[in-house]
């Protein structure tokens, strides 16, 4: 211990978040509403992932690109052909817009005087207590609510020929010739539909067999092809060996079907996944165990210190912003409630958007996840192609998959790769909530012609499964 600390001013505080971003801001609230004297440690820049670098300025970027597509088919929907062309300046201007706004929005929050918030790094100096600044900070629990940030991977030559992030490639202001994008994940298949849309030639370099691999295989599959469809060039099985370059290309090196390649572009998207901030944390000195990089939590979202609690990107669980907001709202509640009943939070409700054309949206379990922990299922799709809506709206990528206990028809997750797939996925969710079944589904009246309806047909054929002997 530094000899000038035990003269630094001291404060005490109830609960004491440590990041405001979705999450440490959900787990603020909770703890001021039930009582609680409430610090928020933040080092800035303030507003959170979600806001600054994730959620709103990609679905900001993908808007344009989005209308920019649908311009280049107006033939196809009996109108005049137009030649639309990006700005990728004017993009960014508009994104930066709306992200300050909703910044602006947070900040307001967590500024709000029923709070204290110190803008300082936070170090663990004890179980109980931090250093923030010039500040010494005791508290009773602690919320860690420190996100992410790009996973750093060990791939010769990429350091020095150079790469962009998801936090930085927002910013360039013109687009590249050509684009390497390393990863076949949500981030990836976003911003490499962005730019493929806006005129750059993208070529996505996947680790696994199908993009999205942590979904069934088919959603990975449905999305290839339509990226294929778009000129975009998806390389699966890759094993990444080494990066060269030159003062006009970056070269990625590396093995498919035991046979070298090589894919050459003007930037690399690095798209290899996050880890989390944990650096400079003084985790040891707070007792506080890391596994593999990330904080281990129970579903009550305490660390190995019980009062102590992890939440966001900064654990092992899945990093989507709606989970983390419970979660934050969970660790707060249970750090107030020292005796009362303790909160969980219920995964079977798990759900993920991914804002591609065709969207993607998931909820509960897949078949990959039904087969690892032997869950008896049905399962029945149905396709958009034969859809009378998604015909009409030039949709033809994509179907609807539910996946149902074989005894009552109960459903126990969907998966849906289609047009507006994010919104769609929130009647199933809604029907999970209440244990409902296929059998519901068909009762449930759907108005006609909307893209909601595809959902009585895979209904349907499940519960006619369950009729058979």
């Known amino acids: 211990m530094s000899p000038q600390l035990p003269h630094m001013p001291k404060r005490r505080h109830d609960v004491v978040i440590i990041g405001g971003g979705s999450a440490g801001y959900a787990a603020a609230r909770t703890a001021r509403d039930a009582g609680a004297d409430v ?7 303030l507003g959170g992932l979600c806001i600054l670098r994730g959620c709103m300025p990609t679905k900001a970027f993908l808007q344009s690109s989005e209308m920019m597509a649908m311009m280049n088919r107006a033939r196809e929907f009996g109108l005049a052909p137009v030649t ?141 092809v339509s990226f294929r469809e ?10 990444l060996q080494r990066i060269t370059h030159t003062p006009s290309e970056k070269t990625a090196h590396f093995m498919q079907g035991g046979v070298v390649q090589t894919r050459s572009a003007e930037t690399i998207l690095h798209a290899l996944g996050r880890r989390p901030n944990i650096q400079g944390l003084g985790l040891e000195a707070a007792g506080v165990q890391a596994i593999g990089g990330r904080l281990t939590v129970g579903q009550d979202m305490r660390t190995s210190q019980p009062h102590i609690f992890a939440v966001g990107d900064v654990n092992d669980l899945t990093p989507i912003v709606h989970l983390a907001i419970q979660q934050g709202e969970t660790a707060a509640w249970n750090a107030t409630q020292p005796n009362g009943l303790v909160r969980t939070i219920d995964h079977r409700l798990d759900a993920e958007a991914v804002f591609t054309e ?66 769609l996925i929130h009647e199933l969710i809604a029907v999970m909530y209440f244990h409902g079944t296929a059998q519901d589904l068909l009762r449930i009246p759907h108005y006609h012609p909307t893209l909601a309806e595809i959902v009585t047909y895979p209904a349907e054929a499940i519960v006619e499964q369950m009729s058979r002997p």
Do not use: W
């Open 84 to 224: 639309p062309r990006a700005d990728l300046s004017a993009i960014v201007d508009r994104k930066n817009r709306l992200v300050q706004e909703f910044a602006d929005y947070r900040i307001a929050a967590l500024r709000d005087p029923r709070f204290t918030l110190y803008e300082s790094h936070a170090e663990f100096i004890s179980p109980h207590d931090i250093l923030a600044g010039n500040m010494r900070i005791h508290g009773q629990a602690f919320v860690i609510a420190t996100g992410s940030t790009p996973h750093e991977v060990c791939i010769p030559g990429l350091d020095e020929a150079g790469y962009q992030t998801s936090d930085t490639i927002l910013d360039l202001r013109r687009p590249p010739v050509s684009l390497l994008v390393l990863g076949g994940g949500p981030v990836a298949v976003e911003l490499g539909q962005f730019f493929a849309r806006i005129g750059t030639k993208v070529t996505i370099l996947q680790r696994k067999a199908t993009l999205l691999s942590h979904m069934d295989a088919d959603v990975g599959r449905a999305l290839e």
């Open 39 to 45: 610090a928020i440690v933040d080092q800035g820049p």
């Open 230 to 239: 778009e000129g975009i060039e998806v390389v699966t099985d890759v094993s």
């Open 358 to 423: 065709p969207q993607i949206g998931v909820a509960g379990v897949n078949e990959r996840q039904c087969r690892e922990r032997a869950i008896p299922y049905l399962t029945a799709s149905y396709s958009f192609a034969d859809h009378g809506r998604a015909m009409c709206m030039g949709a033809a990528h994509g179907f609807i998959k539910l996946l149902c206990r074989p005894e009552n028809g109960e459903l126990l997750g969907a998966q849906i790769v289609g047009p507006h797939a994010g919104e």
